[in-house]
Each structure stands twice: as C-alpha cells, then as structure tokens.
C-alpha cells in the first residue's frame, strides 16, 4: 500500500525539524505537516507588504543553484539567479556564495551604485535565526551574522 511506501521515501528527509525548513520530498509527512501548519498560519494572518518575509539559514541553505541563488548581506537576502547569465564574474563568482555560505556585504562595497540598486532590488527577505541555532555555527567573522547564521542543520 502507499502508506507502506511514504514511510520509506520520507527516510530522507533533511528538513530542520526546528523551523519552517522543509525537504524535497512530496511524500515527506513531516514536511507536509509543516506545508499545512504554515498555509494555516498565513491564511489567517494578515498579509503587511511592508515587512520581508523572513528565512532561517535552514531555509537559505537549499537556494544555492542555478535554478535558485539566494545571497545573505549582512541580514538581508537577495535573489540573485537573474544576475547569474549577465554578471560579469560569471556565474561561479554567485553561486560560490548562494546558499548564505558567506556574508556578502563585502562583495556589495565593490560593485558600482548601478549594480547596488539592481541588487537592492532583488532583496527577497530577512534572515532571522532558526529556533534549533544552539547546536551549530557560523563562521561569517560578523559576530552578529554569526549569531543568527548558527543552525542546527549547518
């Protein structure tokens, strides 16, 4: 039967069983349980375009690929897969930073003001710490990134 199935499949599973982040796994009951507890959560609340949404390092972590390339700055978070194609340090010189491996504030101090307003316009959200942070760490050298990068699934 199937419910002998999803079991086995859900085995996988490498979510942080302490936050919002889920797994790739459609069949991973854990993470549907969180898909169904944050669908009731944001159904309910009232959506203030205002505010970020905010990200764990969990979350972060899964976005460090062609298809998806989130950077972190400081406490922001960027999306920067549109830039991959055209940037003119090629592709690697994002993707060895997507993920929120490192801080990129650095890296925002050398572009020009044109290429900083194109990515302050991919700010995507606020990095916020996962509830599980006391058992891992960042090493960001910004002891305040450092603190809220600590993550259980690092």
Known sequence: ?????????????????HCADICSDPFCRDCSSKKTAQHAVSSTCTNDDATPPTYTPCQVRRHNH???????CGTAIYD???????HPGGTTSILRRAGGVTDCT?????????????????????LCACPGKSCGGGATGNHKVDKIFECVIS
């Not at 039967?1 to 069983?17: F, G, H, M, R, T």
């Open 1 to 17: 039967s199937i419910d002998e199935l999803v079991p086995q499949l859900s085995s996988n599973c490498d979510a942080c069983p």
């Open 66 to 72: 062609a298809s998806s390339a989130w950077l972190v």
């Open 80 to 86: 920067a897969t549109a830039f991959l194609e055209g």
């Open 106 to 126: 650095e890296d925002m101090k050398m572009h020009s003001r044109d290429a900083v307003k194109l990515w302050k316009g991919s700010r995507i959200g606020t």
